[in-house]
């Protein structure tokens, strides 16, 4: 399968080769720990023992690095297994990481309460002002994590820009693509270092299975997050790399579909008097909307909003839709609905990073567009 290509039809081909034993069209699930050696040493295709590579997960790390534009792809457990394995590969205590100050909670709380415990040192910074990002980094960072669209805010970070300031300081420059997907957005196409999915979300699709994933340019980076894979062992199963893989198949549909529904969802939530403020980077006047029809190829299916009537009438809200399912997480065909504040970003509550408590976020699926707008209005109708 050449670049050539369109990301449709690598989607659906890259990695996954028909079985040549039996002409299968799609590749069998190789659900094995371990694989018979001919004499010692003689791996068939290299494989050894499933920690190390599992066929299946090979075929997903092989489109993974495709779809991103990478030489190495790598498959994990869940999203934060796969920024845990990163982040291990490349820092050392006394090393220093910028994030910014709208990511993903689990991703803040990872280096926050985990990573500082061994010395690393963290500041967040927003990651939209790129003179606070040039005086937040310092000889010892090593890390800029970069997170755009951010969530739940959905901030665009200029990742261009970011790289040349990560590299000018020494700093590698890691880009969770989760809200985008490679679909949308190619971060090492603008320069990052590396890619870091939590494929439970758009990749997957159907939240039906937990995974990360993360996609390297560079080989030496690649060698030392290949190690702590196997060493560390964050793998995922070949059953979850199935699945990943089926999902991705209709990626580029999903997409389009979930944008236009979203589009069309802020642009009625803006006109709505029950709504004081949306969040959407293809509303004309979302600041980031410029930069984002720059570097992104459509501006998605996630968007927040704040409600006029304060915290009460968002925790309202959140309960009274009925297609969009009161949830964590994002990126499947179903709507979902969440209250960050208590939700996704219940762990920085209390800290710089918390968010508006009368802020709701929607994950716009693909069903009906107007049943979903049906459906909102009238949760909004009950306020
Ligand atoms: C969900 C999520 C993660 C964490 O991924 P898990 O698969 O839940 O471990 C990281 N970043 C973003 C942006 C996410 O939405």
């Known amino acids: 399968m050449s670049d050539s290509h369109d990301f449709s039809t690598r989607a659906i081909h890259v990695g996954q080769e028909f079985d040549p034993s039996t002409g299968s069209v799609i590749p069998p699930i190789y659900q094995t720990s371990t694989f018979v050696q001919d004499g010692i040493g003689g791996f068939r295709g290299g494989y050894e023992y499933a920690r190390s590579a599992n066929p299946t997960r090979s075929s997903l790390e092989t489109l993974l690095a495709d779809l991103e534009g990478g030489a190495h792809g790598f498959s994990f457990a869940s999203g934060l297994a796969a920024e845990d394995t990163l982040l291990r590969a ?3 205590p006394g090393d220093h990481i910028v994030m910014g100050n709208d990511v993903y909670g689990g991703t803040h ?4 309460r985990t990573f500082t415990s ?16 040039r005086a937040a980094v310092t000889p010892k960072t090593r890390v800029l994590w970069v997170e755009t669209p951010s969530n739940p805010l959905m901030k665009i970070s200029d990742i261009a820009a970011l790289v040349e300031i990560g590299h000018a300081a020494g700093a590698i420059v890691v880009v969770d693509n989760t809200f985008a997907s490679p679909y949308l957005q190619n971060p090492l196409a603008f320069g990052a270092d590396a890619v870091s999915h939590s494929t439970t979300k758009y990749l997957g699709g159907h939240s039906d299975v937990l995974g990360g994933g993360l996609v390297i340019a560079d080989d030496e ?25 089926r999902g991705i198949k209709t990626l580029a549909l999903r997409m389009e579909k979930h944008s236009s529904n979203a589009q069309a969802i802020a642009e009625t939530l803006v006109a709505h008097p029950a709504v004081e403020r949306v969040y959407y980077p293809g509303l004309a006047d979302h600041p980031g909307h410029d930069l984002a029809a720059r570097q992104m190829r459509g501006f998605g299916g996630m968007l927040s909003l704040q409600l006029a009537g304060g915290p009460a009438a968002a925790r309202t809200f959140a309960e009274s839709t009925s297609l969009f399912q009161l949830a964590e997480s994002l990126g499947g065909v179903e709507s979902l609905i969440g209250y960050p504040t208590e939700m996704t970003h219940a762990s920085v509550r209390g800290t710089a990073l918390a968010v508006p408590e009368n802020l709701v976020r929607l994950s716009v699926g693909i069903e009906g567009v107007d049943d979903l707008t049906a459906d909102l209005l009238e949760g909004l109708a009950r306020l």
Do not use: C, H, Y
């Open 221 to 245: 980076l690649a060698e030392k997050v290949r190690f702590l894979q196997f060493a560390v062992g964050a793998v995922s199963g070949p059953m979850d790399a199935w699945l990943t893989v």
């Open 118 to 133: 061994w010395g690393i040192e963290l500041d967040t910074v927003e990651m939209m002002n790129l003179d606070a990002v």
């Open 90 to 92: 490349v820092l050392k």
């Open 109 to 112: 709380r990872l280096i926050d």
